[in-house]
């Protein structure tokens, strides 16, 4: 599997912040961008946007505008999970990329990030997906990971998916062969189960059904 710092491309050059806002406005007319980042003698000042950009003076310069620039970008040592955070808290469809110094070096576009995503044993390999939530102050990954694993299950992949001041949520893919005793652990350790099961369902139907036939019996 690829590392997702190989998905960084150059196949646009990043706008000059002296090029023409005629010369931007139809590179965006031509493309599917979000947004495009600027740079300033190499420097990265910003993206611009391109439901901005329909806006502007066409006689004008991109820098005449660089208080619109919005400043989001990842680093080229970043997980792809930060990286489609970035994404996603910034509404684009790409996102520029600078190393350790600041130096832009290129950019992600969204659906090299979700091929990225459609490759890694989450999707790829089969399992159970289970969603579990506990007080925020309370949860700990060392502990998901221990209850899984004593329960011989394997952790394809985890992240939290909900979070707030009072409780998180956490969305796990594990390995299937083990799912009901590993609901059951989570129980014990007071975590909610959100995700339904069929292991679950089955055994409630049989507590109802037994609950029934003790009511019928004692009838």
Known sequence: MKEIAEYITNDFKAIDSQETITAVQDFFSELTFSHFPVVEEEIYIGSIASEDIETFDSLKK????????EGFFARNTMIWLDVLEVFA??????????????????????????DFFHETPFLQESGGIIVIQKRTLDYSVGEITQIIESNNGK?????????????????????LGVMNEIIQSFRRYNY????????????????????????????
């Open 155 to 175: 952790i394809l992949g985890l992240f939290v998916s909900e979070a707030d001041s009072e409780n998180t949520q956490v969305t796990i893919k594990i390995s």
């Open 62 to 69: 991109i820098i005449d505008y660089r208080y619109s620039l």
């Open 192 to 219: 909610e189960i959100i995700s339904e099961h069929f292991e679950d369902n089955y055994i409630n139907t049989l507590k109802e059904r037994s609950d029934y036939l003790d009511k019928y019996l004692n009838i």
């Open 89 to 114: 808290k910034n509404k684009t469809n790409l996102v520029p990329v600078l190393d350790h110094s600041n130096k832009y070096v290129g950019y992600y576009e969204i659906r090299d990030i979700m």
